[in-house]
């Protein structure tokens, strides 16, 4: 995943093919060319791998409408490096984003606009080749976004289904979606995105459905908190000595694990959730509680 041609995203980080399993002594490589195509992987329970979901039942709108040349569906994969991506580079100098904590509490507040890069032009254009696939007919527009998120999070006592809308923001200031398009299908894999990861739905939202290559390229190090998801755990790029993401096969239903990792500028051993290029690359279940917001 390039930002340019390419797709943007966690399942077409190029720079990053290969991935080595935390404690593995082999390193296990995952093709960005052929990438497991996540559709069907949607449970009503935690399941690695898999996307639990609220919805349980889709229906034919809401995703791209032609399935591109880089999806094998006979392979049941998908080719991150020649898949396109939405033209244009629009510039938003009104984005804010901010974190603080306030005693037991992480407020987060956003207006939804990416800082630190660019947005495709949306609605897609006729002339765009993105229009061929998926012609997205929705605006970008400012959000009013206050989260008050738990500082010091906790295991709930079971973990709970991801909703269709926002489930965690990432520190471009956007809002993350689950892995899932509006057809319960791989989100990344069909729906053609802007060249970083990010398109608008029909309120106008501006959102990610995986860590973008934009973010995952200035986070070099070991561990960097790339988001928050809405029950307060952190979002991280964990890498392991040659600079490579873990995969599925380190982390649990909700795609996170209990690891040292760096909180403002210290080692800690705490619960996250993981990018990874594979489905379903961010989130998989909530492992605490969520917050309800509107």
């Known amino acids: 995943m390039l930002c340019g041609a390419l797709l943007s995203g966690v399942g077409g980080l190029v720079g990053s093919i290969g991935v080595i399993s935390a404690g593995a002594a082999v390193a296990t490589r995952v093709d960005p060319t052929a990438l497991p195509l996540g559709d069907g992987n949607v449970s009503s329970s935690p399941k690695v791998g898999s996307v639990d ?104 006592s079971a973990p709970s289904c991801t909703n269709g809308g926002a489930i965690g923001v990432l520190t471009d200031g956007v809002v993350l979606f689950n892995a899932l398009d509006g057809e319960g299908r791989d989100a990344a894999a069909h729906e053609v995105l802007d060249s970083c990861g990010g398109h608008p739905e029909m309120s106008s939202t501006y959102h990610h459905h995986e860590v973008p290559s934009c973010i995952l390229d200035q986070a070099t190090g070991r561990s960097t908190l790339v988001g928050y998801a809405k029950d307060g755990y952190g979002i991280y790029a964990e890498r392991d000595s040659h600079g490579t993401l873990l995969t599925n096969a380190s982390l649990d239903a909700c795609h996170g694990r209990t690891n040292t990792v760096t909180l403002n500028g210290k080692k800690k051993k705490l619960y996250h959730y993981d990018a990874t290029l594979e489905y379903p690359y961010t989130l998989g279940c909530f492992h605490g509680t969520p917050i309800s917001t509107q």
């Open 53 to 156: 979901s609220c919805q349980t039942q889709f229906g034919n709108i809401g995703g791209a409408q032609a399935v591109g040349p880089w999806i094998n569906t006979a392979a049941k994969t998908w080719n991150s490096t020649t898949k396109i991506a939405v033209q244009g580079a629009v510039s938003w100098p009104n984005a804010s984003f901010s974190t603080t904590v306030s005693g037991s509490r992480r407020v987060v507040k956003t207006n939804d606009l990416p800082q630190g890069h660019t947005t495709g032009t949306f609605p897609v254009g006729a002339n765009d080749p993105a229009a061929a696939y998926d012609r997205n007919p929705n605006h970008i527009a400012a959000q009013s976004i206050t989260w008050n998120l738990p500082a010091d999070p906790t295991a709930a």
